[in-house]
């Protein structure tokens, strides 16, 4: 009888927790995430919207005749386009991309489109998986985006070969959007990892633009590869934030309220600190690009910044409740803002321009841009050690995680956290050097 009389104390104590979590959420806004982040500039974010405009052109089925182009159309050559695949050339294991050769712009891309609702085996591709399930070269990443990267890399790894070595000064870039964006994320890690198979390709040639990505890489792995991946995200742009198992999020769409419990528990009762030491736990990928086209509680366009950073701590851990949380997902949306954006960037450079700066002072302002952002790397890094995010330690010259002198098995898919955490840790001084060994 006593245990009867509690239950209603406890639901009353239930819902006056949500009523404010929910209030907490509506004060929560996306500015607040990026606040404290340095201001990117144009050089660093010029390519996204082109990158955009890519990824779209993976839409079309006849890129030559396309029944609908974005403003400013799609930028691309209909003959160096290499490769390009539909679902059915890829039996459904991976979105459709395409392979461009972009000599304007002395690139090789490899673009993968998003989710495509009307597709079962796109949503296969990212329920496929559990907290913990594919390990990946030191960390944790999810494992149905990692059998796509697979999929394209085994497909495509000596295209790529003859490709870089055809065109040796041009720069191998990744690009995706949403579920592409993952499984971009995970094949420029492969390419990383294999990089001889490429003919000893030099990091420095590789990158990536995940644009909106899904959550995809644990904390440790986000912020070793922060050098070469780079992560989009438009103001309150629900994905990156969605810290819910898909698998979970999809279902409980049929259920809003039951979804906002979930969070709630979770946002509740779940301390940083444990989240940092969870080393399954998945974030979103290397360095990350905000851009923030709106003020607070406004609908009302602002002009637009984008700010940049590799937090460790606060990457995009809260859900931004708004009516543009899921318009903000969409590839056009960020065409439109990252071009609005960019537009103004060049638009203030231009008057920069006009007070005749020498052209060595502007190599010398590239230069430093380039030192920032390894400085920015390493304290990074360094950040990820002191706060004891498991495996937090040096990859190889490599760019990986395998220790060299622990040999081949050190790592594997199969072996325990538990085991991985016992291997040598190498003191902040190798960290160091180590990483930036081969820059």
Known sequence: MSVACCV???????????????????????????????????????P??????????????????????????????????IVKKSHEDTQGKVSPYLIYVDHQNTDIVVAIRGLNMAKDSDFLVLLDDKLGQAEFDGGYVHNG???????????????????????????????????????????????????EKLGLLDRKRIRCFAIAPTRCVSLNLAVRYADIINSVVLQDDFLPRTTVALEHAFKSLICFPCLMCIMCLKDTFTMEEKMLKDPRRLYAPGRL???????????????????????????????????NMTSDHGILRILKESQRTIDLML?????????????????????????????????????????????????????????????????????????????????????????????
């Open 48 to 81: 996204v919207p082109r990158f955009c405009r890519y990824i779209m052109a993976v839409y079309v089925d006849d890129i030559r005749n396309p029944i609908s182009t974005p403003p400013g159309g799609y930028g691309i050559d209909p003959d160096w386009v």
């Open 145 to 195: 985006l990692l059998k796509a990267a697979e999929w394209v890399w085994e497909a495509e790894s000596q295209l790529l070969r003859e490709l870089v070595e055809r065109y040796p000064d041009y720069t191998l870039t990744f690009a995706g959007h949403s579920l592409g964006a993952g499984v971009v994320t995970l094949l420029t890690m492969l390419t990383v990892k294999n990089r």
């Open 289 to 323: 690009y905000h851009i923030i086209v709106r003020k607070p509680f406004s609908s009302a366009n602002i002009k637009p910044i984008v700010r940049t950073a590799i937090p460790v701590d606060g990457r995009f851990e809260h859900i931004v409740l708004s009516c």
């Open 347 to 439: 638009e203030r450079h231009q008057s920069t321009d006009s007070m005749n700066i020498p052209e060595q002072q502007r190599m010398e302002r590239r230069d430093s841009l380039a030192k920032e952002h390894m400085e920015e790397h390493k304290a990074a890094l360094q950040r990820a050690v002191a706060l004891d995010v498991p495996q937090a330690y040096s990859p190889s010259a490599y760019g990986t995680f395998r220790n060299i002198e622990e040999g081949p098995d050190f790592g594997k898919p199969g072996e325990s956290s538990l085991t991985i955490s016992q291997k040598r840790r190498e003191s902040w001084d190798e960290l160091a050097g180590r990483l930036f060994l081969d820059r």
């Open 8 to 46: 209603p104390v406890v639901e009353c104590v239930y819902c006056l927790g949500c009523v404010r979590w929910v209030w907490k959420k509506f004060l929560y806004t996306a500015g607040r995430e990026s606040e404290n982040w340095g201001l990117a500039i144009a050089s660093e974010f010029e």
